[in-house]
């Protein structure tokens, strides 16, 4: 599976922005896909991710502000992220694995497939 990010750019405190996350080469509709994100000088982090089944799970950081979503169609899974903060500020990853269980998707180490990266950046 190949991902492709993006969406990202430069806004101010509290706008909004949208990621996309492209895949190709498979079809997404039976995997877990999820949204990481690293900030300048830090370990990258989980943000959220959406099941098969589009349950979702959040990272208590971007709880309330970030929605994760999917279309399968377009074999593109999104991230609405809302109320952006300066701390929002990094780089946005997607990932994926065709092994995942629903319990270790915060987890960076159980993901065999990444893409490239969209960097957001806000601005106080």
């Known amino acids: 599976v190949q991902l492709q990010a993006s969406g990202g750019g430069l806004v101010q405190a509290g706008d909004s922005l949208r990621l996309s996350c492209t895949a190709s080469?498979?079809?997404?509709?039976?995997?877990?896909m999820s949204w990481f994100r690293q900030a300048p000088g830090k370990e990258r982090e989980f943000v959220s991710a959406i099941t098969r089944s589009r349950s979702t799970v959040y990272a208590d950081s971007v709880k309330g502000r970030f929605t994760i979503s999917r279309d399968n169609a377009k074999n593109t899974v999104y991230l609405q992220m809302n109320s952006l903060k300066p701390e929002d500020t990094a780089v946005y990853y997607c990932a994926t694995s065709a092994q995942l269980i629903i319990s270790s998707l915060p987890l960076e180490n159980q993901y065999h497939y990444w893409g490239q990266g969209t960097l957001v950046t806000v601005s106080s």
């Open positions: 080469g498979r079809p997404i509709n039976n995997y877990h």
